[in-house]
Structures are given as structure tokens and as C-alpha cells.
């Protein structure tokens, strides 16, 4: 019997042996996103499982928006530690993304408002469903603006709709 590849929703199950606390080093592959947070060598750093991730995500109601680093600094904080790896947190972002629009053909609303989740400096995120056009609809369609720098699109003052825990 062949390979069946994994639904998004099955991607978005939490992993075995998670939360994990690590020690940050230079060679991890999150080093340098952690390093502009502040986050030294040698500090406790956590790696997560995607429901931590998707819980933040469904609280950002409508008219405000987070960043894939708010959402690190709060897991981090509720680990007691110094950072969270924005590599794995991303990437369960952008799961939950595309698990919310494969179920939601289904007829099954998972309840994540994604497009409320930006990339650090307030960027729209390419990678979720229908690209940067449908992530700009439905951001606009909640009354922000957005405007385009070279290729990227970004939320016009998005510091002013953070969501704060």
C-alpha cells in the first residue's frame, strides 16, 4: 500500500514529547529570529505543540491582529522561559491556516481568524490559503489598510491593533 499524505488538520495534531526546553545554541535554525527578540546563547528557549499556537490565534478578535513574535513572547512567557522558536511557531501558523480552509470546505469552522496573524513587522503571510490577495481581502474586509512595499504587502500601522493577553 502506498503513502497517504497527511490533511492539513492531521499536520495540526500535537506532537509526542512536546513542549520541549532547549538550551539556545548558534546553530539552531530559529537562532537569528530569537537573537533580534533579544533571546542570548544559552538561554531556555521552548519548542510547542500547534494547539498552544491555534489557542492564541482563536483569541485575536475582529479588528485586531498579532504577530507570529506576540504570540512567542506570550508561549514563552507562559513556559517561564526566555524565547519560543519562532521557526516551529510559523510553521504551525501557517498549518493552522491551511487546516481551517480545508475543513471549512467541509462544511466545519475551526474557529482560527488566521488572517489575523502576521508576520513579524506586521506583513501578510504568502503561504496561507489563496495567497496574498485573499489575505489582503480579508484584512480589508475587517477595515485595515494595507499597503505594499516592493513585493510585500503589510497592515498600515499594525502596532496600533496588536491583541495583548
Known amino acids: 500500500m502506498g503513502y497517504k499524505r497527511k490533511t492539513w488538520l492531521e499536520k495540526l495534531a500535537d506532537k509526542e514529547n512536546f513542549p520541549k526546553i532547549l538550551t539556545l545554541e548558534k546553530n539552531f535554525p530559529c537562532y537569528n529570529a530569537l537573537h533580534k527578540m533579544g533571546v542570548k546563547e544559552g538561554d531556555r528557549v521552548v519548542l510547542v505543540n500547534p494547539s498552544e499556537v491555534v489557542e492564541i490565534m482563536k483569541k485575536v478578535p475582529y479588528g485586531k491582529v498579532i504577530t507570529i513574535n506576540e504570540i512567542c513572547k506570550i508561549i514563552a512567557e507562559n513556559h517561564g522561559v526566555d524565547g519560543c522558536c519562532t521557526l516551529t511557531t510559523g510553521i504551525f501558523i501557517t ?10 470546505k467541509e462544511g466545519i469552522n475551526l474557529g482560527i481568524p488566521y488572517w489575523r496573524t502576521l508576520k513579524s513587522g506586521g506583513y501578510m503571510n504568502e503561504k496561507y490559503p489563496g495567497g496574498l490577495e485573499k489575505h489582503k481581502d480579508l484584512l480589508m474586509n475587517e477595515g485595515f489598510q ?18 495583548h493577553e
Open 95 to 104: 498549518t493552522a491556516a491551511n487546516a481551517s480552509e480545508e475543513v471549512t
Open 146 to 163: 494595507i499597503l505594499k512595499k516592493g513585493k510585500k504587502y503589510f497592515v498600515k500601522d499594525f502596532e496600533k491593533y496588536l491583541y
